[in-house]
Structure formats: structure tokens, C-alpha cells
């Protein structure tokens, strides 16, 4: 009997927590978000530049871009550039082929394509390394790219301004709504990612739009600025006043 009373004392007890914590109210929350975002001037350019050749002989084919290749890199490097900036993005060595009404299929020779990835990291040499590069042979700039290598390095400045903006936004809802504002439950943020490069040109260039007078005067390039942006979203607790 004893045994029973105890037992019937404790589900009494444990029937007792339940509904308090059912009387518990539910903490109310707000969940504001805050967006800044700086501009930083790029410090890197990335060019991209390609020689196709074409031959009925592979070994010619070959030779010839390797040939310019080789005086090409050798103009960049001539510049300052270093060989760990400088690498091959894409080569491809294919026979070529036509066909005829009937479907006849007839050789054309081979064409070898090569293209060079550079990276430039002092601005004030692009222009001079995309004359060397064109003077040397490279008859098509695949595109120059202004941006920024590492841009989480300039983006702590964009942070804490978010914060400042979310916590303003929160404090405005709760002066204009009637409430009052406690602790941030939680914090979050959207960490900068992949920032599309600003193109500067994505054409073929032909040597004589590009230079007047035997090579004077080349294309005007500007980096410009690229804007970073963050986003923290921020969980307050609120309060009746």
C-alpha cells in the first residue's frame, strides 16, 4: 500500500511539471536582418590570352603554336611577371573536318589551340602586357579581369556596419510596435563569396584597330571599383514595456 501511495505521488508530481510547462509562455521573438557593403578598388587583373593555328601537317600545326606561345610568354615575362602568375588554361590538338552535301566527310588539316591565363597583380603594367602579348602573336584576348583575389579581407568593415544596421532596424520596430527589446538570441551572417570579376574586354582583337602609327597607342583599361557586400541576420528577444 505504501508502495502504490508513492507511486501515485510521483505521476501527481510529474503530471504537476507538465502543466507548468505548458503554462510557460513562449519567448516572442524578432528577426531582423542588416546589409552594408564597401567599395574596394580590384588588385589583381587576370587576362586570358589564345593562339590557334592551323596546318594539313600536325607537326606544323604544333610548331607554329608552340612558337608563339613561347614568344609570347617570353614578352610577358619580359615585363616582371613571374611564372607562377602565368599558366595554360586550355589546349586542344584536333584534326578538322568538312562535309559535303552527301555527307562525305574530307580532312582540312589540324588545328592546335592554346590559351595562357595571366595573372597581373601590379595594375600598372596591364596595358603594357596586353601590347606585349598582341605584338607577340596572340591574335584573341579571351577577356581582361579587374577584380579583387581575396575579397573576405575587405569585408569586416561591411560586417560590423550590418550589425549597426541590423540593430538599428530592431530598435526602431520596438519604439514604433511597443515593445521592448532583450538579449540577441542568435547571430548568423552570409560570408562573401565568388564576387563576379568586372570584365574589361572579351574580344579578338585585331592589330590594326588595336594600334595606330606602328603600335602606338594602345587600349585604354580602367580597373574602377567593385562593391563587397555582407548580411548578418540577428534573432532578438522582446519584452513587454
Not at 510521483?10 to 513562449?26: Q, R, T, V
Not at 610548331?63 to 595554360?88: C, F, L, Q, Y
Not at 589546349?91 to 552527301?102: I, L
Amino acid at each position: 500500500m505504501k508502495r502504490l501511495l508513492l507511486i501515485s505521488l510521483a505521476i501527481l508530481m510529474m503530471s504537476g511539471f507538465a502543466l507548468a510547462e505548458d503554462e510557460k509562455p513562449e519567448r516572442r521573438t524578432l528577426v531582423v536582418t542588416g546589409t552594408a557593403e564597401v567599395s574596394v578598388a580590384p588588385d589583381i587583373c587576370y587576362m586570358s590570352f589564345a593562339v590557334e593555328t592551323y596546318n594539313n601537317k600536325a607537326a606544323e600545326a604544333y610548331r607554329e603554336n608552340v612558337e608563339t606561345m613561347n614568344r609570347i610568354n617570353s614578352a610577358i615575362k619580359s615585363h616582371g611577371i613571374e611564372p607562377k602568375d602565368m599558366k595554360t588554361q586550355y589546349f586542344s590538338f584536333t584534326p578538322q573536318y568538312r562535309y559535303t552535301d552527301r555527307g562525305k566527310r574530307i580532312f582540312e588539316g589540324y588545328q592546335v589551340y592554346n590559351t595562357l591565363m595571366v595573372s597581373v597583380r601590379d595594375l600598372s603594367k596591364v596595358s603594357a602586357v596586353l601590347d606585349a602579348a598582341v605584338e607577340a602573336g596572340a591574335y584573341d584576348v579571351q577577356s581582361i579581369n579587374f577584380t579583387i583575389e581575396n575579397p573576405k579581407e575587405y569585408t569586416e568593415e561591411a560586417r560590423r556596419e550590418a550589425l549597426k544596421v541590423a540593430k538599428k532596424k530592431a530598435q526602431e520596430s520596438a519604439e514604433i510596435l511597443g515593445f521592448r527589446l532583450g538579449t540577441p538570441i542568435s547571430v548568423s551572417e552570409s560570408e562573401p563569396g565568388y564576387y563576379q570579376p568586372y570584365s574589361q574586354a572579351n574580344v579578338a582583337l585585331e592589330r590594326s584597330t588595336m594600334y595606330m602609327d606602328g603600335g602606338a597607342g594602345g587600349i585604354a583599361l580602367e580597373a574602377g571599383e567593385q562593391k563587397l557586400s555582407r548580411t548578418v541576420y540577428v534573432t532578438w528577444e522582446i519584452l513587454p514595456k
